[in-house]
């Protein structure tokens, strides 16, 4: 018999979050004593201290910190069973691929027509989504594939196929002090201010100081008017819009473009879809 029912650890999940067992307790919508006792069985079946609690405040312990993490995760599977549960009657039928507008490389229409090539081919269902969340939709069951760029895409989780290794460029107003470089390095944005994505940290630069965007389409009007600069994988501005220029960053990990699915997901149609872009990626490679 498990030890954790899904629901204590929801509760331990939520003051965790809180670290205050009344916001805890509304955020569940269940009274207060009740999750202050829920919590005290768990830890008494444990045999260890999850929380210390004082009269001004709570804190989690060591332990209370790995339950945090992994219940987490146990929570997530638990959902992500659920949903795949209910899209398990159409699993035949059709294929949710997840992507960010203008993320595929120009590699999505040759991977679409590959596909359909397939005897078992069925619809792909085609979901756009912002830089935060498409592992997370794999992860959960929303999406069955998706495309993604590594370093900046979390795959913990996900099984992939690399269809593309590409440099990273700095994108610069025309009239940018370093817009005539034929390259730069990191060093040389120092400074600069960095586009925050929507959900993701800033990286690089001065720390994501310059203003919040929620995909490419967005950044590039503010890099023209010399708001931001950025420093992307060169096929997210390829072709390069007027009033931006790209110049190669020498020291800049390359960027990998991948197909990534949940690791062991048993989707019938996804091992034509992976072998369709493996083959368009290896021809145009």
């Known amino acids: 018999m498990a030890e954790l029912e899904t629901r204590e650890i929801e509760y331990v999940v939520a003051v965790a979050e809180e670290l205050h067992f009344g916001r805890a307790a509304q955020r ?7 999750l202050s006792k829920a919590v005290q069985r768990v830890e008494r079946r444990l045999g260890v201290t999850l929380f210390v609690r004082s009269s001004r405040q709570v804190a989690l312990t060591p332990a209370g910190e790995a339950l945090l993490r ?21 699993a035949g039928t059709r294929l949710r691929l997840v992507l960010k507008p203008g993320g595929d490389a120009d590699l999505l229409s040759s991977i679409l027509a590959a596909y359909a090539e397939a005897s078992d081919a069925r619809r792909v269902e085609i979901v756009f989504s912002g830089p935060a969340d498409r592992a997370e939709q794999l992860r959960d069951g929303r999406a069955d594939v998706g495309l993604l760029y590594v370093p900046f895409d979390d795959l913990e989780g996900l099984d992939h196929e690399t269809l593309r290794i590409e440099e990273r460029v700095a994108v610069l107003p025309a009239d940018h002090r370093l817009a ?3 390259a730069v390095r990191l060093a040389d944005l120092k400074g600069e201010p960095m586009p925050r994505w929507k959900g993701v940290p800033g990286i690089g630069g001065d720390g994501g100081a310059g203003p919040e965007v929620h995909d490419v389409a967005e950044l590039i009007p503010l890099v023209a008017v010399g708001r931001t600069v950025a420093v992307l994988p060169r096929s997210l501005v390829h072709p390069v819009p007027p009033g931006v220029v790209c110049v190669p960053v020498t020291d800049a990990p390359e960027s990998r473009l991948v197909l990534a699915w949940p690791t062991q997901a048993a989707h019938p149609l996804l091992r034509a879809f992976v072998t369709a872009a493996v083959g368009v990626a290896e021809a145009r490679a």
Not at 28 to 34: G, K, S, T, V
Not at 81 to 88: H, L, N
């Open 70 to 90: 992994d219940g987490r995760y146990a929570l997530d599977a638990v959902a992500a069973a659920a949903e795949r549960a209910r899209r398990a009657a159409d």
């Open 28 to 34: 569940l919508a269940i009274a207060q004593p009740a």
């Open 180 to 182: 005539a470089r034929e």
